[in-house]
């Protein structure tokens, strides 16, 4: 539950918004007043998104939605520009779309590489890219999704570890570059967090893995954190709160990590 208003009159994109950290963003900034654009490819997810969003609606908060693949750059573009001249204005990129697969390294094709890091880093990319010169009418800002996959061993997931690496390095590249234009660009990296990618994935570890190598995914009392534990974090860089954070990237994974 939240009583801020810290999103009142503020234009948002959510990438990822059907489902997991994506949905509970859209959630948590609606109800603190932003009018958020929940994108996805998932028209069912969306759908209910924006049911729950509209329930959750505070302080003037309005949600809507658009199907959009994130790496077809025509399909990214219309979107970001077709909110703008809705909204007249954008203040916050909150980038949470991505995909989880795991593979022993040497099984894994080049195609299916490059296809994560595609969707993962590629997408973040494009929408970032789009969103730009209008965060810089109004000196708004960006929230990227790491990982504790990018600073950490996480066995079997070489792609998607590579992937959470580069935006990263995307984020702290683009802080600096926008250091002094006023566009603030920061990162989440959660580790263990109960969405429906984590649970899919529960039950797709390669045969063969060695489950002893990923005891810190989660903590001893086998609890994971929950979506609306990284949407809060997400709520507070992206807002006045977070006005002094720039390249930030921070780790939400409740101390499994050290």
């Known amino acids: 539950m939240t009583i801020a ?5 503020k234009s948002i994109i959510v990438t990822g918004g059907a489902s997991g950290i994506g949905r509970a963003s859209v959630i948590r900034l609606v109800s603190e007043g932003g009018t958020v654009l929940a994108v996805d490819r998932n028209a ?11 329930a959750a609606a505070g302080y003037g908060g309005a949600v809507r939605s658009a199907q959009v693949s994130i790496t077809e750059e025509s399909e990214v573009r219309d979107s970001v520009q077709a909110f703008v001249q809705e909204q007249g204005r954008l203040d916050v990129l909150v980038n949470m779309a991505g995909i989880l ?8 094709s080049f195609e299916d590489f490059m296809q994560v890091l595609q969707i993962n880093l590629g997408g973040t990319f494009l929408f970032c ?25 996480h066995p079997y997931m070489a792609a998607y570890s590579a992937s959470k690496g580069g935006i990263a390095a995307l984020t702290q ?31 797709a570890f390669p045969e063969g893995s060695d489950f ?8 001893p009392d086998r609890q994971f954190g929950e979506p609306q534990d990284v949407a809060a974090v997400i709520a507070m860089l992206a ?8 390249g930030a990237i921070l780790r939400i994974d409740g101390g499994t990590h050290g």
Do not use: C, K, W
């Open 129 to 153: 890219r789009e969103a730009l010169p209008f965060l810089l009418e109004t000196r708004g800002n960006i929230v990227n999704a790491a990982s504790t996959s990018a600073f950490f061993g």
């Open 44 to 54: 069912d997810g969306l759908r209910e998104t924006l049911a729950l969003a509209n």
């Open 239 to 246: 807002s006045e709160d977070g006005a002094f954070m720039n």
């Open 5 to 9: 208003s810290r999103f009142q009159n």
């Open 212 to 219: 002893t190598l990923l005891g810190h995914l989660s903590r």
């Open 101 to 108: 697969r795991s593979t022993h390294t040497t099984h894994t």
């Open 173 to 203: 590249a683009l802080s600096r570059e926008y250091l002094n234009r006023g566009v603030r660009v920061n990162a989440v990296a959660p580790g263990g967090i109960s969405t429906p990618m984590v649970a899919a994935q529960a039950q």
